[in-house]
């Protein structure tokens, strides 16, 4: 059974950082993509980041070059960096992974998500 559990969730002001961390256990697909997702109230789940088993990154347009995705192996976990934070950033962030790259959009497995609040 896949579990994903979500961390790093917090309050930070404008301009600041956070760092959200995703445990996997259960998941041994070896041609996978894991990803964050985010959800704003009132507004549908978004993609904000992926990273496939081939280490190819992809990132939303509106967190290109404030976000950062990485995963490491060894732990079976997946990060997410973020810099430069704006109020538009706040919402409930979800790691999610898929079992094939090629299905990387519409992910099979979810966490339970981490609450992210940027206030200026």
């Known amino acids: 059974q896949v579990h994903l559990v979500e961390s790093g969730g917090a309050s930070v002001q404008v301009g600041g950082s956070l760092t959200l961390s995703c445990v996997a256990s259960g998941f041994t697909y070896t041609r996978n993509c894991m990803a964050w997702f985010r959800q704003a109230p009132g507004k549908e789940r978004e993609r904000v980041a992926s990273?496939?088993?081939?280490?190819?990154?992809d990132y939303s347009a509106s967190i290109r070059d404030r976000f950062v995705i990485s995963k490491d192996k060894t732990k079976n976990s997946l990060q997410l960096e973020m810099y430069n934070l704006k109020p538009e950033d706040t919402g409930m962030y979800y790691c999610a992974a898929a079992p094939y790259i090629s299905i990387c959009s519409i992910p099979t497995y979810w966490g339970q998500g981490t609450q992210v609040t940027v206030s200026s």
């Open positions: 990273i496939d088993s081939d280490g190819r990154t």
